[in-house]
């Protein structure tokens, strides 16, 4: 049977999600039969020629980069975009908050002219994506989970609940009983509470459900007395970039 090409390309982002890839270990094996890897900068020196299903990892932050993911995505039969950075935009959204040629003299000096940027857009921003696998970096058994769908042609939906639910599954002391703001009320779930069952807040980095309960959220941030800037604040670091658009 004729095996499935897989590409990995990165834009804009830390390649954390490539690496979590390449830490996966066992739960892959079952896959690598099926596939084969004809692009991965992380783990092989080989690249080029075609692929079906490109695994896109980043956001697009530069005119090249536009032009690039649109070379991706004419050539890919299925485009699956991999981590915040690809989904929602994550961290490199906050250039967005700030006026693009302030940004590029901050950061190149006198040398900013050299450099083309335009504001951070996630993938499908730009192009058609098929596929999305939340997460800073992504959850490696839903990236597997994810990567069946796409090789069998099946739907993959995001969790639309809060990180709460599994949190509560996970029996988890809540973050805000212990003084501190947690965004897991608000955030897609999918990566079973990963930071949370860690002693760590949720971050947000899967982005907002399409139907927060803003009452309920409203209620725990009056009970705590948090002001609701500081909840959006936070939740700025990964989602800017999609701000005010379903995730
Ligand atoms: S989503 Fe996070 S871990 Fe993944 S590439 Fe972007 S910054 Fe790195
Ligand atoms: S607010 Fe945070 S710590 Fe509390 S239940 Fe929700 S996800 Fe868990
Ligand atoms: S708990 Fe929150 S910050 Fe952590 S991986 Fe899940 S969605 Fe992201």
Not at 17 to 32: E, K, P, S, T, Y
Not at 48 to 70: F, N, Q
Not at 237 to 246: F, H, I, P
Request: hydrophobic share 35%.
């Amino acid at each position: 049977m004729k095996k499935v090409r897989v590409a990995f390309f990165d834009f804009s982002c830390c390649e954390g999600c490539q690496l979590q890839v390449a830490n996966i270990g066992d739960l892959l094996l079952d896959i690598l039969e099926k596939i084969e890897l004809v692009e991965f900068r992380e783990v092989m020196s080989e690249r080029g020629g075609d692929y079906d299903v490109a695994v896109v990892e980043g956001s697009i932050t530069t005119e090249h980069d536009v032009k690039r993911i649109k070379g991706i995505r004419q050539k890919a039969k299925v485009l699956i975009a991999y981590g915040s950075c690809a989904c929602t935009g994550g961290v490199n959204g906050m250039k967005n908050n700030f006026d693009l040629e302030d940004v590029k003299e901050y950061v190149y000096k006198d040398r900013a002219d050299w450099f083309n940027t335009v504001p951070t857009m996630a993938v499908d921003q730009v192009v058609k994506v098929d596929y999305y696998v939340n997460g800073c970096p992504v959850y490696p058994p839903e990236f597997v989970k994810v990567l069946k769908c796409a090789l069998r042609g099946m739907p993959y939906k995001v969790p639309d609940y809060a990180v709460c639910v599994e949190c509560k599954f996970n029996e988890n002391e809540c973050m805000y009983d212990k003084g501190v703001t947690c965004l897991g009320p608000i955030t897609r779930a999918g990566c079973n509470s990963w930071c949370t069952n860690n002693g760590n807040i949720c971050y947000g980095c899967r982005g907002m459900v399409s139907n927060p309960n803003k009452n309920g959220q409203k209620e725990v941030l009056k009970k705590y007395n948090i002001p609701l800037d500081w909840i959006m604040n936070k939740f700025n670091m990964y989602n800017k970039a999609k701000e005010g658009q379903q995730v």
